[in-house]
């Protein structure tokens, strides 16, 4: 099978509004045909981000607690309800072209999505699902990886470029230091866990970007190309 070559870079820490700047002008010029497709591998510090839906009062903490806590919030431009990023999760931004076969079924860009993170939880035993109301992977009754995306529509070729992406619970103990502070995605009902908690292992956020790049390339149809060169 003939597969297009994606850059996947990981970066340690990277500030929201940087990352957020990065994907913008890769999709300008993915659109332009000056870029390759590429896979951005993350962890943020302390970071809310507010999706489309615009939901104010699923932030719980006050403008003095946010301080204290060094949480900056962010309103974006992706789909979806308010969020966490921060230490300790994965943070997966592709930024993808989809032509005019793929572009009919966004719906489905969505699920594949989902699949790499089922797929490499499968890998340690772990049985990931969806739920048929909500985007994202869960554990039973627990969110462990949440999905918000964009489709920016292509203004100098046929079809869209994606941004934003997936976040991924993999360090213990992530659930209590941001999510606390929300209502995760809209959703009051259910929790979130992470890939420690569900699996009693230790994993650094870098072992997993490593390891989920297969699955995505094998769920794309991509040959991923490490790169050296960082966005910091």
């Known amino acids: ?35 390759r497709e590429t896979l951005m591998l993350l962890q943020h510090p302390p970071t809310y981000t507010i999706g489309s839906q615009r939901h104010p009062e699923h932030l719980l903490f006050t403008p003095e607690q946010l301080k204290e806590k060094g949480i900056s919030v962010f ?7 308010i969020t ?8 997966g931004y592709p930024l993808l072209v989809l032509g005019n076969r793929e572009a009919l079924n ?27 109301e909500y985007t994202g992977v869960w554990i039973g009754n627990l969110k462990i990886a949440a999905i918000g995306v964009k489709f920016n529509k292509c203004k100098q070729r046929r079809g869209f470029v994606t941004s934003h992406g997936f976040a991924f619970n993999i360090k213990s ?17 259910y929790g979130v866990t992470s890939l420690e908690d569900c699996t009693q ?7 997993i970007a490593r390891e989920i790049v297969p699955y995505f390339e094998q769920q794309f149809s991509f040959a991923a190309q490490w790169q050296t060169h960082s966005f910091q």
């Open 201 to 207: 292992q230790s994993f650094s956020v870098e072992q």
């Open 1 to 35: 099978m003939n597969r297009r070559p994606l850059d996947v870079t990981y970066t340690n820490r990277m500030e929201y509004a940087h990352a957020w700047d990065v994907q913008k002008e890769i999709v300008g010029k993915l659109d332009a045909g000056e870029a």
């Open 75 to 81: 309103q974006i431009d992706r789909g979806g309800d």
């Open 106 to 132: 966004l719906h489905g860009y969505l699920r594949s999505l989902e699949e790499v993170i089922i797929q490499l939880l499968a890998s340690y035993g772990i049985e990931g699902s969806r739920k048929p």
């Open 173 to 189: 103990g992530i659930q209590h230091e941001g999510f606390e502070g929300i209502v995760p995605c809209g959703i009051q009902e």
């Open 84 to 91: 966490y990023h921060g230490p300790g999760q994965l943070v």
